[in-house]
């Protein structure tokens, strides 16, 4: 209720005084001695801690204390400062004060900033997931640089607006901006994420056309672009015309054959890469026990887990034990794959206890599949209905019953499965049951 009486209170402000900027109407709306709570003598706080409060504030929905800082933010002279900006416009849109938001974001012309302090807000914008209000920054500027855009597109991929990026960069190829290396970047990993072959062409192609010169950063992008598409001999073609200096390189053409199932293939290009003397990273070794688990390949599974640790003195991160876990329950070695979870040194995530809880169903364990279910914090409802297959699978109907009764009561609903297909270059997604195509 306070949030919305000091709103209200900016709106009535903001009528009787339409030019003047919002930084003076927090000033006015907001006591100097509950607000500021400092005096003469007192010490000015540094623009960081500020931002620290505003980011509690922001977790906590504490918009009075907001509006304090807002105040300040004013008078300590720190009204300009972009990281500021963009935690304020945060903060008041978790507090559902969208108008003061949206405000601040409105007479963002009238405060003079130049170009790089715009494109500092948006880029802070999207770190943060405000899509929406860096969108509008974007489109109140009157001059836009390839950073602009760049920060527009690399934040759309990073907030998961995939099309959304495909768009700004079409937008950004009829603008008088030309894109440069970032850029493409950035699109050929929205691309790779939407799993679009069509836009994979294209994009390949526009960089041809711009003569953009590959480095390792856009060559591993490629081969993990065409990888996703399920291009494949792509990728191994884009590989194998591009140098092969660093590690990412090489990362992506093993991971994309994982991804395939080519675990042969995969183990191929790790040879190759250790007889080019290129030293493999921690990355390296989860495609190759990626493409091991996929393949049932156990015993050189357990090779290269060990030769990570004694040979290349790589200490198994989380990624590696829950890829061992994966490959050992696909082999049906469901107490051996247990026995490293509890061997890891550290604690294991809900994606190794749906490894083993999915390695339960399929060879028939309840035991530790009810072990995998009591570790699964919030389960979701593919957990129950793989708890409730392996039961129906054993015939314990009354357990599988009981565990239906349990998705009822926490109000948990099976998930509708959903597929998409690429036809004439657009991607149409539909669900199980979808009639809308």
Request: charged share 20%; net charge neutral.
């Given at each position: 209720?306070?949030?919305?009486?000091?709103?209200?209170?900016?709106?009535?402000?903001?009528?009787?005084?339409?030019?003047?900027?919002?930084?003076?109407?927090?000033?006015?709306?907001?006591?100097?001695?509950?607000?500021?709570?400092?005096?003469?003598?007192?010490?000015?706080?540094?623009?960081?801690?500020?931002?620290?409060?505003?980011?509690a504030?922001?977790?906590?929905?504490?918009?009075?204390?907001?509006?304090?800082?807002?105040?300040?933010?004013?008078?300590?002279?720190?009204?300009?400062?972009p990281?500021?900006?963009t935690?304020?416009?945060?903060?008041?849109?978790?507090?559902?004060?969208?108008?003061?938001?949206?405000?601040?974001?409105?007479e963002?012309?009238?405060?003079?900033?130049?170009?790089?302090?715009?494109?500092?807000i948006?880029?802070?914008?999207?770190?943060?997931?405000?899509?929406?209000?860096?969108?509008?920054?974007?489109?109140?500027?009157?001059?836009?640089?390839?950073?602009t855009?760049n920060?527009?597109?690399?934040?759309?991929?990073?907030?998961?607006?995939?099309?959304?990026?495909?768009?700004?960069?079409?937008?950004?190829?009829?603008?008088?901006?030309?894109?440069?290396?970032?850029?493409f970047?950035?699109?050929?990993n929205?691309?790779?994420?939407?799993?679009?072959?069509h836009?994979?062409?294209?994009?390949?192609?526009?960089?041809?056309?711009?003569k953009?010169?590959?480095?390792?950063?856009?060559?591993?992008?490629?081969?993990?672009?065409?990888?996703?598409?399920?291009r494949?001999?792509?990728?191994?073609?884009?590989?194998?015309?591009?140098?092969?200096?660093?590690?990412?390189?090489?990362?992506?053409?093993?991971?994309?054959?994982a991804?395939?199932?080519?675990a042969?293939?995969?183990?191929?290009?790790?040879?190759?890469?250790?007889?080019?003397?290129?030293?493999?990273?921690?990355?390296?070794?989860?495609?190759?026990?990626?493409a091991?688990?996929?393949?049932?390949?156990?015993?050189?599974?357990?090779?290269?887990?060990?030769?990570?640790?004694?040979?290349?003195?790589?200490?198994?991160?989380?990624?590696?034990?829950?890829?061992?876990?994966?490959?050992l329950?696909?082999?049906?070695?469901?107490?051996?794959a247990?026995?490293?979870?509890?061997?890891?040194?550290?604690?294991?995530?809900?994606?190794?206890?749906?490894?083993?809880?999915?390695?339960c169903?399929?060879f028939?364990?309840?035991?530790?599949?009810?072990?995998?279910?009591?570790?699964?914090?919030?389960l979701?409802?593919?957990?129950?209905?793989?708890?409730?297959n392996?039961?129906?699978?054993?015939?314990?109907?009354?357990s599988?019953?009981?565990?239906?009764?349990?998705?009822?009561?926490?109000?948990?609903?099976?998930?509708?499965?959903?597929?998409?297909?690429?036809?004439?270059?657009?991607i149409?997604?539909?669900?199980?049951?979808?009639?809308?195509?």
């Amino acid at each position: 209720m306070e949030a919305k009486r000091l709103c209200s209170q900016a709106g009535r402000w903001r009528q009787m005084h339409p030019a003047a900027p919002i930084f003076s109407a927090n000033s006015y709306l907001v006591h100097p001695t509950n607000s500021l709570n400092s005096s003469p003598s007192s010490t000015i706080p540094d623009h960081q801690k500020l931002n620290c409060i505003l980011e509690a504030c922001k977790f906590s929905s504490d918009f009075r204390t907001a509006f304090q800082s807002h105040a300040k933010i004013i008078k300590f002279g720190y009204g300009t400062y972009p990281s500021l900006i963009t935690s304020l416009v945060s903060t008041y849109a978790h507090c559902d004060c969208l108008d003061l938001a949206h405000q601040l974001l409105d007479e963002m012309p009238y405060w003079g900033f130049d170009l790089i302090t715009a494109n500092l807000i948006i880029a802070s914008l999207m770190k943060v997931g405000e899509f929406d209000f860096a969108k509008r920054v974007f489109r109140k500027m009157l001059r836009r640089d390839v950073v602009t855009w760049n920060s527009m597109i690399g934040g759309c991929v990073r907030n998961e607006r995939f099309e959304e990026a495909l768009r700004f960069f079409r937008e950004m190829l009829n603008s008088n901006v030309e894109p440069d290396g970032f850029t493409f970047a950035s699109v050929i990993n929205g691309c790779a994420r939407l799993g679009s072959s069509h836009h994979a062409e294209l994009v390949h192609g526009l960089m041809i056309e711009k003569k953009i010169q590959l480095n390792f950063i856009l060559s591993s992008a490629l081969i993990d672009l065409y990888s996703k598409c399920g291009r494949i001999n792509t990728a191994k073609k884009v590989f194998n015309s591009i140098q092969h200096d660093d590690v990412s390189v090489w990362n992506s053409m093993i991971n994309g054959l994982a991804i395939h199932g080519l675990a042969l293939d995969a183990i191929g290009v790790f040879s190759q890469m250790e007889m080019e003397s290129v030293s493999p990273d921690s990355i390296t070794f989860i495609g190759i026990l990626t493409a091991c688990s996929h393949c049932g390949l156990v015993e050189q599974g357990r090779r290269y887990f060990d030769l990570m640790r004694r040979h290349y003195s790589i200490q198994p991160q989380l990624e590696h034990y829950g890829a061992m876990v994966d490959l050992l329950g696909r082999a049906g070695l469901v107490e051996e794959a247990y026995a490293m979870i509890k061997a890891m040194p550290m604690e294991p995530d809900i994606v190794i206890w749906r490894a083993l809880l999915s390695a339960c169903r399929n060879f028939k364990n309840p035991e530790l599949g009810e072990v995998a279910i009591a570790k699964i914090s919030h389960l979701n409802s593919g957990d129950y209905i793989l708890l409730s297959n392996m039961y129906c699978s054993l015939e314990k109907w009354d357990s599988a019953e009981r565990v239906r009764e349990m998705m009822k009561r926490d109000g948990v609903r099976k998930n509708r499965g959903r597929s998409w297909v690429e036809l004439g270059g657009v991607i149409h997604q539909f669900k199980a049951g979808d009639r809308s195509h």
